[in-house]
Protein backbone atom coordinates (compact mmCIF):
# COMPACT_ATOMS: atom_id res chain seq x y z
CA UNK A 1 0.00 0.00 0.00
CA UNK A 2 1.26 3.25 -0.86
CA UNK A 3 1.65 5.99 1.93
CA UNK A 4 3.08 9.21 2.02
CA UNK A 5 3.07 10.59 5.49
CA UNK A 6 3.98 14.35 6.60
CA UNK A 7 4.83 15.59 10.19
CA UNK A 8 6.38 18.60 11.30
CA UNK A 9 3.56 20.67 11.61
CA UNK A 10 2.66 23.00 13.95
CA UNK A 11 1.48 26.58 15.25
CA UNK A 12 4.11 29.16 15.31
CA UNK A 13 4.06 33.24 15.25
CA UNK A 14 4.67 35.03 12.61
CA UNK A 15 8.02 35.10 11.29
CA UNK A 16 8.91 31.66 12.82
CA UNK A 17 10.08 28.63 10.58
CA UNK A 18 9.12 25.10 10.62
CA UNK A 19 10.75 22.09 8.77
CA UNK A 20 7.60 19.48 7.08
CA UNK A 21 9.04 16.27 6.35
CA UNK A 22 6.86 13.93 4.14
CA UNK A 23 7.88 10.09 3.62
CA UNK A 24 7.12 7.84 1.28
CA UNK A 25 6.30 3.76 1.41
CA UNK A 26 4.68 1.01 -0.37
CA UNK A 27 6.30 1.43 -3.71
CA UNK A 28 9.18 2.21 -5.59
CA UNK A 29 9.49 6.29 -6.01
CA UNK A 30 12.46 5.82 -8.70
CA UNK A 31 11.90 8.51 -10.99
CA UNK A 32 9.25 10.76 -9.13
CA UNK A 33 8.87 14.12 -9.00
CA UNK A 34 7.72 15.28 -5.67
CA UNK A 35 5.92 18.18 -4.82
CA UNK A 36 4.00 20.26 -1.71
CA UNK A 37 0.56 21.92 -1.75
CA UNK A 38 -1.24 23.40 0.56
CA UNK A 39 -5.03 24.15 1.37
CA UNK A 40 -6.20 26.86 3.01
CA UNK A 41 -9.76 27.01 5.14
CA UNK A 42 -12.36 27.93 2.51
CA UNK A 43 -9.55 28.07 -0.49
CA UNK A 44 -8.99 25.73 -3.46
CA UNK A 45 -5.65 23.72 -2.82
CA UNK A 46 -2.48 25.08 -4.41
CA UNK A 47 0.84 24.33 -5.39
CA UNK A 48 3.78 25.38 -3.04
CA UNK A 49 7.32 23.66 -4.38
CA UNK A 50 8.56 20.69 -6.33
CA UNK A 51 11.79 19.02 -6.55
CA UNK A 52 13.10 16.60 -9.03
CA UNK A 53 13.92 12.96 -8.41
CA UNK A 54 17.55 13.98 -8.35
CA UNK A 55 16.84 16.85 -5.80
CA UNK A 56 18.82 19.00 -8.25
CA UNK A 57 16.06 21.38 -10.09
CA UNK A 58 13.50 22.88 -7.92
CA UNK A 59 10.30 25.09 -8.63
CA UNK A 60 8.01 27.30 -6.00
CA UNK A 61 5.34 29.36 -6.45
CA UNK A 62 5.51 33.28 -6.08
CA UNK A 63 4.29 33.34 -2.88
CA UNK A 64 7.02 31.30 -1.25
CA UNK A 65 9.83 31.85 -2.93
CA UNK A 66 13.05 33.18 -1.27
CA UNK A 67 10.90 31.88 2.32
CA UNK A 68 10.44 28.19 1.07
CA UNK A 69 13.07 25.38 0.35
CA UNK A 70 12.06 22.00 -0.75
CA UNK A 71 14.72 19.16 -0.27
CA UNK A 72 15.00 15.65 -1.00
CA UNK A 73 16.91 13.60 1.56
CA UNK A 74 19.49 11.01 1.24
CA UNK A 75 16.87 8.52 1.02
CA UNK A 76 15.03 9.80 -2.08
CA UNK A 77 12.23 8.92 -0.78
CA UNK A 78 12.09 12.05 1.77
CA UNK A 79 11.11 15.38 0.87
CA UNK A 80 11.50 18.44 3.39
CA UNK A 81 9.98 21.44 2.49
CA UNK A 82 11.67 24.38 5.52
CA UNK A 83 9.27 27.28 5.89
CA UNK A 84 11.30 30.18 7.14
CA UNK A 85 9.59 34.10 7.77
CA UNK A 86 6.40 32.78 8.35
CA UNK A 87 2.62 34.76 7.63
CA UNK A 88 -0.37 34.33 8.76
CA UNK A 89 -1.17 33.44 5.41
CA UNK A 90 1.02 30.84 4.85
CA UNK A 91 -1.92 29.04 7.71
CA UNK A 92 -3.25 25.87 5.30
CA UNK A 93 -2.71 22.26 5.63
CA UNK A 94 0.33 21.36 3.62
CA UNK A 95 0.20 18.05 1.76
CA UNK A 96 3.11 16.27 0.31
CA UNK A 97 2.78 14.69 -3.13
CA UNK A 98 4.60 12.25 -5.47
CA UNK A 99 4.27 12.82 -9.13
CA UNK A 100 4.87 9.71 -11.71
CA UNK A 101 8.05 9.94 -14.37
CA UNK A 102 7.63 12.48 -17.34
CA UNK A 103 9.08 15.77 -18.63
CA UNK A 104 10.05 18.42 -15.81
CA UNK A 105 8.04 21.03 -17.37
CA UNK A 106 5.00 19.01 -17.23
CA UNK A 107 5.71 18.51 -13.88
CA UNK A 108 6.03 22.53 -13.13
CA UNK A 109 2.76 22.98 -15.10
CA UNK A 110 0.59 21.59 -13.15
CA UNK A 111 0.52 17.82 -13.74
CA UNK A 112 -1.55 15.88 -11.54
CA UNK A 113 -0.04 13.88 -8.57
CA UNK A 114 -0.59 10.45 -8.50
CA UNK A 115 -0.03 10.06 -5.00
CA UNK A 116 -0.82 12.44 -2.08
CA UNK A 117 -0.56 12.16 1.85
CA UNK A 118 -2.67 13.18 3.85
CA UNK A 119 -1.49 16.46 5.50
CA UNK A 120 -0.11 18.14 8.38
CA UNK A 121 -1.40 21.54 9.47
CA UNK A 122 0.67 24.99 9.70
CA UNK A 123 -1.13 27.73 11.42
CA UNK A 124 0.87 30.56 12.15
CA UNK A 125 -0.31 33.40 14.58
CA UNK A 126 0.32 37.44 14.19
Known amino acids: QVRLVESGGGLVQAGASLRLSCVASGRTFSGFAMDWFRQAPGKEREFVAAISWSGEITYYADSVKGRFTISRGNVKNTVYLQLNSLKPEDTAVYYC???????????????????WGQGTQVTVSS
Open 97 to 115: AAVRPQPWSAVVNGASPDY
